[in-house]
């Protein structure tokens, strides 16, 4: 594993990286996180009764101005609250830390002062960030048990096989500890001021009143109607000794197959087989989460009333979760409400470790699924009659396949338990058996009609369940008119069903907290601001859609081979496909800058959008277009074998197109998005090698080219240190193989990326999933130099 660790001041530009390189989780890029292990105090109004603890009000006020009639909420009205010397509301969060006179952001591992010129949130100038992409363990503990059997018998020229193998495989996901956030329904908490809590509360309401004096007077110890001492702090908070967030899975898989094959006679060859495979999984909660304490929801609350529980409403306190030795309310609200848990402090007391335990989640089932595939196929191939080039080749066969999916959600997130916060479950995916049958009969045929010149044809037919039949037909060409060079060709067409979750996932509303987007048909500058470029907050729908249709292609290729030499060969190969009814999902950005095609996707309250609708459908056309480049060589040389190779593409095009009406949008080569694979102009797989019957070496060399780096926002991309382009990305890999021990022996030492090179930095970051970190999964490794070693032995 590797880790990487950056300071915020260079991190959003690409300066001051150190990747550290160890047993250590990735720190990445979380540029706008305010939730931070020493608390960032927010602005919230009161809550309803009963519901937490903050009915009279918070020391920060709320974020009405008063419109509620309760003179606690015009705390932002004051000018106290005004960033000194400005006229900006400091509504957007208050560390401690970063106050003039605190110890700074950078007081906590991973802390840095949060941008807000960046981001455009002027009323955050005095909060911090964390990085929480470091928490994410970059390479998941895995334990996987193997096995495999195979047993043959023959009858003379037919044999009869059949074979088992199977595997069971352990793994841990960690990511970012949980963000706690406070609100005033479902997650109403609040730091007390408590015999527990004095000498920390007092401490932040000092450093607090010292820059904004309408809270109270610095020193102020008396809790009375006058100031605002003693009223309940409002936070947002990473829970550090909550633990990293964990999902621990099991996999098991297995598969059996028997089958048969032989001579026919008149020089044709059969084959038949059948087979079954499973594959089945379930994950529990490990580390990192806590029992709510606290109804979340209406149907959460309903659910207790029917049960008969008195008080069961949004956020009043959920008596089935469990309570922690001397909190009052049960959960981790308890823990906070009670201050048994000091969101301003780095380090917890014992107590305090020993009440998280207590309302911890660990071992409660999030989700399992099946997948099984029952199969049977028999096919003949043979040789029908010589022609001018050779025989006439031909081949066909059937194939029947039943693919059978089911999806189980967690008892633990039945309305009728006491809620798991933030907890991934899944129950409206949750999917009782669904199958379908896929029917399908193939031919082929091989014709030599010259010498050097060979002509393929094959048609497939399939027919799904719930689809309906296709025929797909697929020819090409090879043309050697001399020894050093080939000509080939071919040109197919396809078709693809959506798969199961695409179809049948339920639909999920959730919300995008970010607050870095705009409505691009009242703001054409992309600039969060006021009035028409105010930040817009749409929830999202997302899940699947049973009304999808099957995706369609086509694609050919044609290319030439060059072999001038016994010991050369080098090929280059155009290929083009066009790819129709694309299955897949909108992005929030391109829903939202391709309003015009989708206009019952976009759901708008009083003018603002409220709903964006991203469900799966068949949203239009991809084009791509590329080269295929391919080297080979070798020559004999000190006592062994030197080879050298090049495997490289070059994309010439790639664009999309959201609806056939619609035109297709700007070039994606070397460009960034979120979604897909990114089109990387020129990549390659290099490597030579030399070796003789006992020892081997090899060096390797992969290589992507660098492209247009994401925009976070069109403030971040007038800055001049802002990163622009994404620079190449190129590490090499190294290995020695010793065979001289016998030849049923192998030991092979490797050092991958060999010159412990750094990934390229990269805006991957999506302010509003928290996803994503400074470096390009699809493109890059984090990972430092590492060390291999493989035996390997047959018996």
Not at 158 to 182: D, I, M, P, W
Not at 303 to 325: E, F, Q
Not at 412 to 430: E, Y
Request: one cysteine or more; a neutral charge.
């Amino acid at each position: 594993m590797g880790a990487v660790s950056k300071s915020w001041a260079g991190v959003l530009y690409g300066r001051d990286r150190d990747f550290v390189n160890g047993n250590l989780p990735n720190r990445g890029l979380s540029v706008d996180t305010r939730g931070t292990p020493i608390s960032t105090a927010f602005p919230i109004n009161p809550t309803a009764a009963n519901v937490g603890i903050t009915q009279g009000g918070t020391l920060l006020g709320g974020t009405t101005t008063g419109a509620t009639g309760n003179a606690l909420d015009g705390n932002f009205g004051r000018p106290g609250l005004f960033i000194p010397g400005t006229t900006i509301l400091a509504n957007g969060g208050i560390n401690p830390l970063n106050l003039p006179g605190g110890a700074g952001c950078g007081t906590f591992d991973g802390g840095m002062p949060y941008d807000y010129a960046l981001w455009n949130i002027p009323g955050a100038r005095y909060a911090c960030a964390y990085d929480t992409g470091r928490a994410a363990v970059l390479q998941q503990p895995l334990e996987t048990l193997t096995y495999y059997g195979r047993g043959t018998l023959r009858f003379g020229e037919h044999e009869l096989y059949a074979e088992v193998t199977g595997s069971k495989a352990n793994s841990a996901k960690r990511f970012s500890e949980n963000q706690y956030t406070a609100n005033n329904t479902t997650l109403p908490i609040a730091f007390p001021l408590n015999g527990l809590t004095a000498n920390t509360y007092n401490a932040v309401y000092d450093q607090i009143a010292g820059v904004f004096p309408a809270i109270g007077a610095v020193g102020d110890r008396t809790v009375d109607a006058v100031g605002n001492y003693g009223k309940p702090i409002t936070f947002r908070y990473r829970c550090i000794d909550c633990g990293r967030r964990e999902y621990e899975t099991e996999t098991k898989t297995f598969r059996a197959a028997i089958g048969a094959e032989g001579p026919l006679g008149a020089g044709f060859d059969y084959r038949v087989g059948g087979s079954y495979a499973r594959s089945e999984s379930s994950s529990v909660l490990g580390t990192g989460y806590h029992y709510l304490g606290v109804y979340n929801n209406t149907v959460a609350g309903n659910a207790g009333s029917t049960a008969g529980i008195a008080g069961a409403t949004v956020g009043m306190a959920d008596s089935r979760a469990p309570t922690a030795p001397g909190a009052a309310a049960p959960g981790i609200v308890g823990l906070f409400n009670s201050g048994i848990l000091n969101p301003f402090s780095i380090t917890q007391t014992p107590a305090a470790l020993a009440a998280l335990d207590a309302v911890s989640a660990k071992g409660a089932v999030l989700y399992g699924g099946r997948y099984e595939v029952t199969q049977a196929d028999a096919s003949i191939s043979g040789a029908l009659f010589p022609i001018w080039g050779g025989d006439v080749q031909v081949a066909a066969g059937v194939d029947y396949r039943r693919e059978t999916y089911s999806f189980n959600g967690s008892a633990a997130a039945a309305t009728g338990q006491p809620a798991i916060f933030n907890a991934a479950f899944d129950n409206a995916n949750a999917l009782t058996p669904k199958h379908r049958d896929v029917k399908a009969a193939y031919a082929e045929i091989l014709i030599p009609l010259l010498p050097g010149l060979d002509i393929t044809g094959a048609v497939r037919i399939d027919e799904y369940s719930g689809f309906g039949s296709t025929t797909n037909p697929k020819i090409s060409a090879k043309f050697r008119p001399i020894n050093e060079i080939m000509f080939r060709a071919s040109y197919n067409t396809g078709f693809r069903v959506p798969t199961f979750n695409q179809i049948f996932n339920g639909v999920t509303q959730s919300p995008n907290p970010g607050n870095a987007r705009v409505d691009p048909t009242t703001c054409p500058s992309g600039i969060v601001g006021v009035g028409p470029c105010a930040a817009i907050t749409p929830d999202s729908l997302s899940g699947g859609n049973l009304n999808l249709g099957p995706e369609t292609s086509k694609q050919w290729s044609a290319g030439v081979v060059f072999q001038p030499i016994r010991n050369f060969t080098a090929s280059v190969d155009y290929w083009n496909i066009a790819v129709d009814n694309v299955i897949g999902a909108l992005t929030i950005d391109q829903l939202l800058n391709n309003q015009s095609y989708f206009p019952t996707r976009v759901t708008r309250t009083n003018g603002v959008i409220t709903l964006l609708d991203v469900r799966a459908d068949n949203i239009g056309s991809r084009r791509t277009e590329g080269l295929e480049v391919t080297v080979r060589g070798n020559i004999d040389a000190f006592g062994g074998r030197f080879t050298a190779g090049l495997d490289g593409t070059r994309l010439l095009k790639k664009r999309e197109k959201f609806l056939p009406s619609s035109p297709y949008g700007p070039s994606l080569i070397g460009v960034f998005t979120f979604a897909g694979d990114l089109g990387v102009e020129w990549k390659h797989n290099a490597f030579v090698t030399w070796g003789n019957d006992d020892i081997s070496f090899s060096l390797s060399n992969i290589f992507r080219k660098g492209y247009r780096n994401y925009q976070i926002s069109a403030t971040g991309a007038a800055r001049p240190e802002y990163n622009r382009y994404v620079k190449d990305y190129s590490i090499y890999n190294a290995a020695i193989s010793y065979t001289g021990l016998g030849p049923n022996y192998k030991l092979t030492l490797g050092v991958r990326n060999l010159f412990n090179t750094d990934p390229p930095f990269a805006i991957t970051y999506d302010s509003n999933t928290g996803a994503g970190s400074s470096w390009e999964p699809r493109v890059a490794d984090p990972r430092g130099r590492s060390f291999t070693v493989a035996v390997e032995t047959k018996f």
